[in-house]
């Protein structure tokens, strides 16, 4: 029987699944969508559920419009200790996983389409696990942007040093974590990293669900998730990149979705794209060293 | 006796070399310029003789403003099979090379200046092979422009998935890649990816055959291959890349066409830089392992 | 006893530290501020000492806004033997270190937040090490830019063919370099590499000097360097980084700058960061390898 996601018991989030698309919507607009409580664990079971669910082709992660900020970050009023869990301190000084990070790779990790409707303000996590892994950013042109690490005497989080300067190159993202200013979305500094930009924050969620009914219809799951793939692993050099998609090639052009993707665009009409991931995929994916970054207890 | 290009007995393309810029015509309008036939042989031929003819300043890739289409990729009327060679099918599963990632690399090993004059609608292949591998792009403003691959059940192929996220960032590739929506040259997700964009078709190909004039007269052929090699392979760290660029800095620095550069500027004029990559470039270069990408049978 | 930066004999620069912003300003003006004399070495040591000296919290590097250039490069009128030592000579073709990328590394590994104020017109080393290597960028709207080496018989140098694909991707990087052309700081081809554009050639350093004060005031000294340390080392993997950054998140969410940054924060007031690399950075900093690039004399 199919899972049903309302029966998952998360108060953090509400998840709906509908012809393909999951909605993710934040749940907490009286804490301003602070990142805390259940929150990180339960966007992390979400993303993992729906990187393996058949049925899902693209996550939408948004917060109600209404709400005072889309995400503003973690909650330090009562300083940083809620960053740490004492379990880990009990390790030693090398056993913490940030928090942030640990969302940041489930939702990098998910082999779906995967875009986020940044229908507020964002501050810290909200600017980095909450956007930078996405495969697509839309964004409300209000909305205050900022990675304040460096002004709060810490340092940038959730994989974002090594995610912002990708997206974006070394000249923007070092403008943004290293001076920690506010900027609105149209700013040259940081528009690059939007897909689009929307003037009304009701406009978002909308504009973000159209791209993802669209694309839950018209792209093939496996294809999606070699290209993934292949964009986060592309190899070491050109060449080893084109043996990589060579092989890709070779195997997704002989499957079923390629006919249908050849056949329904001469025919002119969507396609029905029959492979999924749990059926179709090879034991050639993934082709690169998949790494464990728990810490690994010191005493039994 | 110098190479005549007419000679060649091209068909798909038309090559012609005038004043050490080649230029390169797509000679398949009635086929919408797509990628089959003789013309991957082709542009693989004429960029690997490019790259050894010391005539050779600067290779500039056009079609007729015309066509239809700059390239409307490959023609997948027939399904997928034209992709595969029943030679490679009876090596398995591994022998497989891609048609586009060859001719991606023929031209991004070319030592030369290349330059793509894209004066048409262009999608696929003609959005990779056909443009990723290139120094410059120009681009007719009117051009519709796609990376439809997840939307055929098959994935981005001809090492775009390498070359496109350095063009351009992640931010960007991924939305192009992953969505595979039709853009304009306009759009903030494609626009970094030219140099130049062009109001009128017939405007695309005498823009960029301007600069490759510029360029043949007023480059140093063997700076041009030197900063090429640094760009592809500046070394894994800065300091790696401060010896190499010393290296060759001291090399070409006590050459003659650095010898000239420092006196035709100086005495404000064009000018006339005498060195040439077959009989001046060093044991040194190229100073990066050289992959073999080939095949190799399995059986004798 | 303090240092004071008057006291060093500084003849081609004029440095003067106040609140925190150790402000550099090019003092050859009736030399174009050439690259030459003493001005690389006098670059260096400064760059050395703003290092290490804990008052120092921001950098600004700047010319005369009346000065004929920011920096017009290397002085050629000679030819490129400037470039070389003779010591060097003597130990062989591989001896050689540019004096641009050395000038580039000194800023580059300096932990502190670092601005070149571009108030003039600049060419080759004005471009490279007096430019790519800081943390931002400011520049006059009428400078004319230009990386010439191509059309010089030489090759970019410091760096550059590292630095610039990594600041703004490689169609810009390869648009700039190997074309030589000169751009103005609105061109498509080079804006992304400037934090911000200013109108007039007075206005650039007030706005360069009124972010350097503002960092001065409200960023962490030891958050700005280890930040610095993930931008320019993240890891070669997002689960290296992951851990990287959850080591840095721990160590510096411990420390009395972060608890006055929350502090700060919620009192809605200016912090005062107590701590200083001298003495509150860890046994683990820095997690990479640090290369020696000096050449090692091959004869006692």
């Known amino acids: 029987m199919a899972l049903d996601y309302s029966s998952l018991g998360?108060?953090?989030?509400?998840?709906?699944?509908?012809?393909g698309v999951l909605v993710v919507t934040l749940n907490r607009a009286k804490q301003r969508n602070t990142f805390g409580d259940t929150l990180p664990a339960e966007l992390i079971q979400v993303f993992d559920i729906a990187d393996r669910d058949d049925r899902v082709r693209v996550v939408v992660l948004t917060a109600e419009h209404t709400a005072p900020a889309f995400c503003s970050g973690?909650?330090?009023?009562?300083?940083?200790?809620?960053?740490?869990?004492?379990?880990?301190?009990?390790?030693?000084?090398?056993?913490?996983?940030?928090?942030?990070?640990?969302?940041?790779?489930?939702?990098?990790?998910?082999?779906?389409?995967?875009?986020?409707?940044?229908?507020?303000?964002?501050?810290?996590?909200?600017?980095?696990?909450?956007?930078?892994?996405?495969?697509?950013?839309?964004?409300?042109?209000?909305?205050?942007?900022?990675?304040?690490?460096?002004?709060?005497?810490?340092?940038?989080?959730?994989?974002?040093?090594?995610?912002?300067?990708?997206?974006?190159?070394?000249?923007?993202?070092?403008?943004?974590?290293?001076?920690?200013?506010?900027?609105?979305?149209?700013?040259?500094?940081?528009?690059?990293?939007?897909?689009?930009?929307?003037?009304?924050?009701?406009?978002?969620?909308?504009?973000?669900?159209?791209?993802?009914?669209?694309?839950?219809?018209?792209?093939?799951?496996?294809?999606?998730?070699?290209t993934k793939g292949l964009l986060q692993h592309p190899g070491d050099t050109i060449e080893e990149n084109h043996i990589l998609d060579s092989r890709a090639i070779k195997l997704l052009g002989s499957g079923k979705d390629a006919a249908e993707g050849a056949l329904s665009f001469k025919e002119r009409r969507n396609p029905k794209f029959p492979d999924t991931l749990s059926k179709n995929s090879s034991p050639w994916y993934p082709w690169w060293r998949t790494v464990d970054v728990k810490h690994h207890k010191a005493k039994l």
Chains 1, 2, 3 share one sequence.
């Open 74 to 226: 973690a909650d330090i009023s009562k300083g940083w200790g809620m960053l740490f869990r004492p379990e880990e301190d009990l390790e030693g000084e090398t056993a913490h996983r940030d928090g942030g990070g640990q969302v940041t790779m489930a939702i990098y990790k998910c082999r779906k389409l995967t875009i986020a409707a940044v229908n507020g303000h964002a501050a810290g996590v909200g600017m980095t696990a909450m956007q930078l892994p996405f495969d697509f950013r839309f964004v409300w042109e209000g909305a205050k942007l900022v990675f304040p690490f460096v002004r709060r005497g810490i340092n940038p989080e959730a994989a974002s040093t090594y995610l912002l300067p990708r997206l974006l190159g070394h000249s923007r993202a070092n403008s943004l974590l290293l001076s920690g200013i506010t900027v609105s979305p149209t700013s040259p500094l940081i528009s690059n990293l939007y897909h689009e930009i929307l003037p009304r924050r009701e406009d978002v969620f909308p504009a973000a669900l159209a791209l993802a009914k669209d694309l839950a219809i018209n792209t093939s799951q496996i294809s999606v998730a070699y």
């Open 10 to 19: 998360f108060k953090a989030i509400i998840a709906k699944l509908d012809n």
